[in-house]
């Protein structure tokens, strides 16, 4: 009964919130659903050449704000209703939840079930040519890939099947709607560009700034006051002992110094070296607190990076097709030069000092002992291991993708 009477409250504000984000996603899903009635005919909001670019953005724009606010109000829903164990609402009152979440779900599932905003053109636009056109199949084949537009199966009689192909193509061409879907396949490409570059941006950013902020701001205030409301409660370690040992040692030695000279009285030396006693005690306590703060500040970036990668789904999809345009736009010496340089930066022979800093920078940070043994145990294996694997993915995608890459690899290890 004790228990029930101290979560009552709990209970209530997790109704309100459950009851407030519903309303919210609902909101929004109206929103949309307004945008469609009155400028779409009642269908899914796309680009409309009768529209334009501008005001077709425009209405993306809408859409993507009020989808976000949706996903945002439709977690908070889940979220407070696991905790609450359902709210054990009545049946009318549950009815009216399902009747809104089916009315969310309506319209959402015409944006999660469409295409990617990279198959909004019609498929029909670029397909392959004949063989006796290689360059221009080639270039058509990339651009396939970089629009997600799946490839014309051939026949088994390549000849039969790549003239059917140009014909069609040519059919297409002539197609009067043709050239609209070329450039508003180029728009989607750049669009795609610009949400790449934003979320790579914002998933390198924004963990880093929580990791700093959460560290600097909020535990290492509450754990250095911890400190010193606790001070025998915090165990110094052996390392930090040392390095504020040699710290006091070498103020001792400054201090005698001066005594011998005449510029400090014994007793003042004795007071110096009490004040300097005191301060690096208590430096090294929180020093000690370093790891931890580290470890609880890198648990939040953690989660901020991973909540990032789940609320940007659809954006990864962008950021892997990007890194794959830039790639595969590279000449076959630039591919070679990039994954030489990876492989000597991080694995080659001479990288053992790199990897000695990076080891002994991750013992440090997480403050665990130095081991001389472990370490060059790990350089001895780990990036041999590391080198032949990433030579061997090498190959294999060089091969399939460019094999004239691979020869030039070849000559430029030798």
Known sequence: MMLASIFKPFQRVLKTTNSRALEKALEAAKAIKKIENEHFKGQAIAFDPEKGKTVSDYFQTQLDQQLLKIRYHLGSFRTS??????????????????????????????????????????????????????????????????????????????????????????????APEYEDEVIEAIRIQRREKKIAIRWMFLLFLIPLLIQITSRNVIFEPLLDHFR??????????????????????????????????GMVTPEKKREKLEEIAVEVYTQAGYRSLDALKNIAADLISMVAFVGLLFLGREQLV?????????????????????????????????????????????????????????????????????????????FSYLSGSSPSSVAIYEKMNQ
């Not at 010193?228 to 201090?255: C, G, H, T």
Request: charged share 25%.
């Open 81 to 174: 209703s696991f905790f609450s164990g359902g709210n054990n609402y009545p049946r009318d009152k549950e009815a009216e939840i399902i009747e809104k979440l089916e009315f969310i779900e309506v319209v959402l599932k015409r944006y999660r079930d469409r295409p990617n905003s990279a198959n909004i053109v019609n498929t029909a636009v670029i397909t392959d040519t004949a063989d006796s056109e290689k360059p221009i199949d080639q270039n058509i084949a990339h651009k396939n890939l970089i629009l997600g537009i799946p490839r014309l199966p051939r026949g088994n009689n390549g000849q039969h099947s790549s003239l059917i192909g140009a014909m069609s193509q040519i059919r297409r061409e002539l």
């Open 228 to 261: 010193d409301q606790n001070p025998a409660r915090v165990e110094i370690s052996e390392e930090v002992s040392e390095r504020f040992l040699r710290e006091f040692s070498r103020n001792k030695e400054r201090l005698e110094i001066a005594e011998l000279m």
């Open 318 to 394: 962008f950021i892997r097709r990007f890194i794959d345009r830039t790639f595969r736009s590279l000449n076959d010496v630039t591919k070679v030069y990039i994954f030489i340089l990876a492989t000597d930066l991080f694995v080659g022979f001479h990288s053992a000092e790199a990897w000695e800093v990076i080891l002994l920078s991750i013992t440090h940070h997480f403050g665990l002992p130095e081991n001389q043994n472990l370490v060059f145990i790990f350089i001895a294996t780990v990036p041999v291991i590391l080198d032949s694997t990433f030579k061997l993915w090498i």
